[in-house]
């Protein structure tokens, strides 16, 4: 790794002492000095104590520059399962020439380690740099926090491109999905998206709330240069709404009733089973884990995660109390028009879900008497996440936008 460290950071342009071809296309397909010591890198960011540090994408971001500057061509090597006599072999990176066949390279590369033997069988895929994905934009969370109704107003502005809605009733999509791990995509899933998001606008904006805990989909962002916008609630808030939203639809029928709120909580995990619409003669089994809101609306580790690999400038946060002036003030962050159309009104997906429902709204009251352990249960999980909302938010939000609710009142001091 010193070795190619010392490579790469001679720069692109010391290629033509290590063998380069100055004069155009090689004659043949003869690798460089510098592309034989890049190649081996890891394909994949494996979960390590060095994975997540800033210098792994700084090498990956040199090998994608200097190959390129070598006119060649990255490939994911993939060994078949019996190659590795001794031990598993990851899938790793080799540079070769523009139009060349990647397997001499490949094997080449393969039998540095000793525990692969001839012959080497091999799959190796064409790969493209994240940087080439189309994908200026991203509303990477929180889920529960305002995103569906964001993402439309969006991408009713005319120099924002949103398409997830023809595909998605909530907006969603997943570009960084199918090749999650990888320091490089493959080329055919940056040329299927790009495709897709073909568009003369200024921005291409995709939805994706779990993006924003995920640390690998930050990283792969932050080496993008993407914009991230992160709508916030409550965390208390946002566990309510998810165990309303995943229960709201179960018919109450003998001993499928539904759970209680202050069953679910402290028991951190409850299920009901609800008939299903396509064949009523069957029930599908819904499930509700306490564990899920602790992992998922942690809000200050996830602006932890969020700032320790993006700008403070990269990155929108606005609470959901805010909503209705968001995309006005997103419009100036962005630099761009302030849109020209009459905004929906934000809607309250769990609460809208639930109109004709009054009964298990009232039960599932987290205000309510009934529901006090519950409450102190959700608010020792997340003990500083409300005070640490507003110190957060790209643009304060006016004092009295909280505290009409009663864990927002014991949060801030008030009874």
């Given at each position: 790794?010193?070795a190619?460290?010392?490579?790469?950071?001679?720069?692109v342009?010391?290629?033509a002492?290590?063998?380069?071809?100055?004069?155009?296309?090689a004659?043949?397909?003869?690798?460089?000095?510098?592309?034989?010591?890049?190649?081996?890198?890891?394909?994949?960011?494996?979960?390590s104590?060095?994975?997540?540090?800033?210098?792994?994408?700084?090498?990956?971001?040199?090998?994608?520059d200097?190959?390129a500057?070598e006119?060649?061509?990255?490939?994911r090597?993939?060994?078949a399962?019996?190659?590795?006599?001794?031990?598993p072999?990851?899938?790793?990176?080799?540079?070769?020439?523009?139009?060349?066949?990647?397997?001499?390279t490949?094997?080449?590369?393969?039998?540095?380690?000793s525990?692969?033997?001839?012959?080497?069988?091999?799959i190796?895929?064409?790969?493209?740099?994240?940087?080439?994905?189309?994908?200026?934009?991203?509303?990477?969370?929180?889920?529960?926090?305002?995103?569906t109704?964001?993402?439309?107003?969006?991408?009713?502005?005319?120099?924002?491109?949103?398409?997830?809605?023809?595909a998605?009733?909530?907006g969603?999509?997943?570009?960084?999905?199918?090749?999650?791990?990888?320091?490089w995509?493959?080329?055919?899933?940056?040329?299927?998206?790009?495709?897709?998001?073909?568009?003369?606008?200024?921005?291409?904006?995709?939805?994706?709330?779990?993006?924003?805990?995920?640390?690998?989909?930050?990283?792969?962002?932050?080496?993008?240069?993407?914009?991230?916008?992160?709508?916030?609630?409550?965390?208390?808030?946002?566990?309510?709404?998810?165990?309303?939203d995943?229960?709201?639809?179960?018919?109450?029928?003998g001993?499928?009733?539904?759970?209680?709120?202050?069953?679910?909580?402290l028991?951190?995990?409850?299920?009901?089973?609800?008939?299903?619409p396509?064949?009523?003669?069957?029930?599908?089994?819904l499930?509700?884990?306490?564990?899920?809101?602790?992992?998922?609306?942690?809000?200050?580790?996830?602006?932890?995660?969020?700032?320790?690999?993006?700008?403070?400038?990269?990155?929108?946060?606005?609470?959901?109390?805010?909503?209705?002036?968001?995309?006005?003030?997103?419009?100036?962050?962005?630099g761009?028009?302030?849109?020209?159309?009459?905004?929906?009104?934000?809607?309250?997906?769990?609460?809208?879900?639930?109109?004709?429902?009054p009964?298990f709204?009232?039960?599932?009251?987290l205000?309510?008497?009934?529901?006090?352990?519950?409450?102190?249960?959700?608010?020792?999980?997340f003990?500083?996440?409300?005070?640490?909302?507003?110190?957060?938010?790209?643009?304060?939000r006016?004092?009295?936008?909280?505290?009409?609710?009663?864990?927002?009142?014991?949060?801030?001091?008030?009874?």
């Amino acid at each position: 790794m010193l070795a190619l460290a010392a490579l790469l950071g001679a720069g692109v342009d010391a290629a033509a002492s290590l063998g380069r071809d100055d004069s155009g296309a090689a004659a043949d397909c003869e690798s460089t000095e510098l592309m034989e010591a890049m190649s081996g890198f890891p394909s994949y960011s494996w979960p390590s104590a060095d994975s997540s540090k800033a210098s792994v994408w700084d090498t990956v971001r040199s090998i994608s520059d200097a190959c390129a500057g070598e006119g060649g061509t990255l490939w994911r090597v993939t060994l078949a399962a019996a190659q590795a006599t001794r031990k598993p072999s990851a899938p790793f990176t080799v540079c070769v020439r523009q139009g060349c066949d990647p397997q001499a390279t490949a094997e080449r590369v393969a039998l540095r380690d000793s525990s692969v033997a001839l012959p080497v069988q091999l799959i190796a895929e064409e790969l493209a740099d994240w940087r080439e994905l189309r994908l200026d934009l991203v509303v990477a969370g929180l889920g529960k926090a305002g995103t569906t109704w964001l993402v439309r107003q969006l991408g009713r502005h005319k120099q924002i491109y949103h398409r997830g809605f023809l595909a998605d009733p909530r907006g969603e999509e997943f570009p960084l999905d199918a090749q999650h791990g990888a320091h490089w995509p493959s080329r055919r899933c940056v040329e299927r998206w790009n495709q897709q998001h073909q568009s003369n606008r200024s921005f291409v904006l995709a939805k994706n709330p779990g993006y924003a805990a995920d640390a690998w989909a930050v990283q792969v962002l932050a080496h993008i240069g993407a914009r991230l916008i992160v709508a916030v609630r409550s965390p208390v808030e946002l566990c309510h709404s998810l165990f309303l939203d995943t229960f709201q639809a179960v018919e109450p029928e003998g001993r499928w009733d539904r759970p209680s709120l202050s069953d679910c909580v402290l028991q951190d995990e409850c299920d009901a089973l609800m008939r299903t619409p396509a064949s009523p003669a069957r029930f599908e089994k819904l499930t509700f884990r306490t564990g899920k809101c602790r992992d998922s609306f942690s809000i200050e580790s996830i602006f932890k995660l969020l700032f320790r690999h993006l700008r403070r400038e990269q990155v929108y946060v606005v609470h959901t109390s805010q909503l209705q002036g968001a995309v006005a003030n997103i419009s100036r962050w962005l630099g761009v028009q302030l849109p020209a159309f009459e905004l929906d009104p934000p809607l309250n997906t769990a609460r809208h879900n639930l109109a004709a429902d009054p009964s298990f709204r009232a039960e599932s009251d987290l205000c309510a008497a009934a529901n006090a352990g519950a409450l102190a249960y959700l608010r020792g999980l997340f003990p500083s996440d409300e005070r640490a909302i507003d110190l957060w938010l790209t643009w304060p939000r006016p004092y009295h936008a909280g505290g009409d609710r009663c864990w927002q009142r014991v949060a801030q001091g008030k009874k």
